[in-house]
């Protein structure tokens, strides 16, 4: 059974930074792209950023050069370090990663954490 499990989200002032988390485990063979997406009231998924294993990343216009993404290959996990936070940042935020087993490879979701970016 494959799991991702996201860290905690937060209340941030604008112009803050957060970092999340989020670690895969279970019968995992290997995995390919992980990354970020997140909604917001109203609105559709959107992609924020994602990560190759090889280290290739991606990213949404609306946080290039705010936000970075990083992954550990050793502990499964991926990253999103969130800086200068701003109110239209606020959303539930969802880790992705396309997940290798013995018997599977298909696209696992966490189950969301929530960003509130206010003052």
């Known amino acids: 059974q494959v799991q991702l499990v996201e860290s905690e989200g937060g209340l941030v002032q604008p112009g803050g930074s957060l970092r999340l988390s989020c670690a895969a485990s279970?019968?995992?063979?290997?995995?390919?792209?992980m990354g970020w997406y997140r909604q917001a009231p109203g609105k559709q998924r959107e992609l924020v950023a994602t990560v190759t294993s090889g280290g290739s990343t991606n990213y949404a216009d609306s946080v290039k050069g705010r936000f970075t993404i990083s992954r550990d290959n050793a502990k499964n996990t991926v990253y999103l370090q969130m800086n200068s936070l701003k109110p239209e940042d606020t959303a539930v935020y969802y880790c992705?990663?396309?997940?290798?087993?013995?018997?599977?490879?298909?696209?696992?979701w966490g189950q969301g954490t929530q960003v509130t970016v206010s003052s």
């Open positions: 992705n990663a396309y997940i290798v087993t013995l018997t599977t490879r298909r696209d696992y």
């Open positions: 279970g019968s995992i063979f290997s995995i390919n792209a």
